[in-house]
DNA sequence: TGCGGCTATTG
DNA sequence: CACAATAGCCGCAG
């Protein structure tokens, strides 16, 4: 599948706008104005507003085409029309693969797929400086300089159905362009696949935010009371509680001293040690733990964080702003501007551990956990092809054969391995490192090539294809070893980077084939994704099918995200499973219906 | 009001 | 206390 661009008439290459077999459709929707869809053959439907939901989900149903977009928020728009298609290709996504960075808007996205200087791409302010620019060619939605014209550039998404056609036929030469580049990226086969599950996660997230995480309301409250007390009824109220919370570890000190004491300034927090005799550095929390029998002030201190921590983010606030009828939702992003993690808001990628018994299964659900054993070891094995590293993946553990090699405990490799992957040079591990340097040089070459790559500011791209952007600038005034210093976080950044950009996108491919076999055969819907961890929201009855249903998928998703690789490997994949009532029960699951 | 520093939580 | 993220509060510069 090379790029064999044919002739082109005008300006847009002719490539055949199919993806395998799909067929392919572009759509541009306004909930008020109405939808196009326009067909690669050129043809296309005009939808009024009142019959989106029904004709969209008509035309996913006979045709079951691939929907191209430009951007999740018309996911959002669909998915919040109870239209959910299975298959799409998210322009703004596959620009973000193909070009770096995290601005993805349409304006950007059409300059740089037609090889426009994104920087000339016209500002808002400035075009209504030059109203004589005002589109005058053949499409009035492009300007004479090629770029698009002033309806797209403030967000602006014109509503009649003229202007919506417009935006779905551009849409396609825009996916034309990226499909193109994509097939041409050189030694990354996969790119193209690696497309399409990055759309899906898109399209994923906008489902995610609708949806929510089930959450036990009562179970949450009574959680966050029990670190802060009950509700405040007023401001006042509210005062008086952080008052008293303060002064229970104030107390410990003599009267004189409370005052001018604020637990929230570090520098307080230092002087108020060094009052009772404590000289730190900083006053973290697991410095501080190794302190807390030189006095009891030092135990109060760690609890008030505690409490401190629950009332400012995760606390009632935090409650009523991001829980509704049940569900805990925030915004997702299918890509970080990193290495291309999803990211969520609302506490939903850092809920601490004590309030995760909040989360829970509606009545007649359960929740299916599943994680992916040692996922970043296991993707080093795949994308670097070393022979011995992957030979270690066919155990359950990866880090007992690798320790047995290494003639060290199987603590002392895992400490090792992940340090290399982080580009750690010092402490416990950097013995063990060069066991293996010696043990397995074609990983630990892969990780010093992006090293090196990373620290001369030179880019890089994530096997699957994702362009990760390296500054590489020098900063005016920098001494050298400020400069050494920054090289060598660069350096650490490019080398994780390769690892964590290869886990997120087979994790994807993991979720988007979950996702896609839970909708066939109704099996319940992804709530959660972390990383390496999927939360699935199923009926009771379909409990076992479901857990099965996961760990199948992973299988699928691995096969074929290995194929993406060049140097085609067969690293084994693993998950951990389980039926749960809570996400707490982790370590207690629901025994499996028969 | 915006930003860097510090702190805490997660994978 | 390496890699990544979100998020709160504080002090300080503008």
Not at 377 to 383: D, E, G, N, Q, Y
Not at 505 to 521: D, G, H, I, M
Request: charged share 30%.
């Amino acid at each position: 599948m090379s790029g064999s661009s044919g002739k082109g008439e005008g300006s847009g290459p002719t490539r055949l706008s199919q993806v395998g077999t799909d067929t392919v459709v572009a759509v541009a929707v306004d909930r008020a104005g109405g939808a196009a869809v326009v067909r690669a053959d050129g043809s296309d439907v005009l939808i009024e507003p009142q019959r989106l939901a029904l004709e969209l989900g008509e035309i996913e149903r006979t045709e079951h085409p691939r929907w191209v977009w430009w951007s999740i928020d018309t996911a959002r728009t669909l998915v919040d029309l109870g239209v959910r298609p299975a298959r799409c290709w998210d322009l703004g996504a596959v620009h973000r693969l193909l070009h770096g960075g995290w601005r993805a808007d349409p304006a950007r996205v059409w300059a740089v797929s037609r090889g426009l200087d994104p920087a000339t791409v016209p500002e808002r302010a400035r075009v209504d400086l030059f109203t004589a620019e005002e589109p005058t060619g053949d499409d009035p939605a492009v300007r004479p300089d090629g770029h698009l014209a002033i309806e797209w550039l403030d967000g602006g998404w014109a509503t009649d159905l003229d202007a919506l056609r417009r935006h779905a036929r551009l849409a396609l030469d825009v996916y034309r362009r990226q499909s193109d580049a994509l097939d041409r990226l050189p030694d990354r086969p996969g790119a193209p696949s690696t497309a399409t599950s990055e759309s899906a996660a898109e399209l994923l997230c906008a489902e995610l935010e609708h949806d929510g995480l089930p959450v036990d309301v009562d179970e949450a409250e009574r959680i966050v009371g029990s670190f802060v007390g009950p509700r405040p009824d007023t401001a006042e109220d509210e005062r008086q509680r952080i008052h008293d919370r303060d002064q229970q570890v104030l107390q410990n000190l003599p009267a004189h001293a409370r005052d001018d004491l604020d637990l929230r300034n570090p520098a307080d927090v230092k002087s108020l040690l060094r009052r009772v005799g404590i000289e730190v550095p900083d006053t973290r929390a697991w410095r501080l733990e190794q302190l807390r029998h030189e006095h009891p002030i030092v135990a109060e201190l760690l609890r008030w964080r505690r409490a401190e921590r629950i009332a400012t983010t995760f606390g009632y606030r935090w409650l009523d702003e991001h829980v509704d009828r049940g569900r805990l939702r925030g915004a997702w992003s299918g890509a970080d501007g990193a290495a291309g993690r999803m990211t969520a808001t609302a506490g939903l990628h850092n809920l601490p551990g004590e309030l995760r018994p909040a989360v829970a299964a509606e009545p007649g659900h359960v929740l299916v956990r599943s994680d992916l054993g040692q996922i970043e070891p296991r993707v080093l094995a795949a994308v670097s092809g070393d022979a011995a590293l992957v030979s270690a993946t066919r155990d359950d553990d990866m880090y007992a054969p690798v320790a047995g090699r290494l003639g060290v405990s199987r603590e002392i490799a895992k400490v090792a391995v992940l340090g290399a992957m982080y580009g750690q040079t010092t402490g416990r591990g950097a013995e063990a490192l060069r066991g293996l340097e010696r043990a397995y040089p074609t990983a630990m070459g892969f990780l010093t090539a992006a090293d090196v790559a990373a620290q001369g500011g030179r880019d890089l791209r994530t096997v699957g294809g994702r362009l990760v952007h390296l500054d590489g600038s020098r900063h005016d005034g920098a001494d050298d070893r400020t400069e050494r210093s920054r090289a060598a976080a660069r350096g650490r950044f490019g080398r994780n980077a390769m690892i964590q950009g290869a886990a997120a996108e087979l994790f994807k491919a993991w979720a988007v084939t979950v996702r896609a076999q839970l909708r066939e055969l109704g099996a319940g819907e992804i709530v959660l994704c972390l990383h390496d961890e999927l939360l699935v929201h199923a009926p009771e009855t379909r409990a076992d099918h479901t857990a099965a249903l996961v760990d199948e998928a992973l299988q699928a998703a691995a096969a074929r995200w290995q194929r993406r690789i060049a140097s085609a490997v067969d690293v084994r994949f693993v998950t951990d499973t389980a039926v749960l009532r809570r996400w707490s029960d982790a370590k207690d699951p629901l025994p499996l219906p028969r």
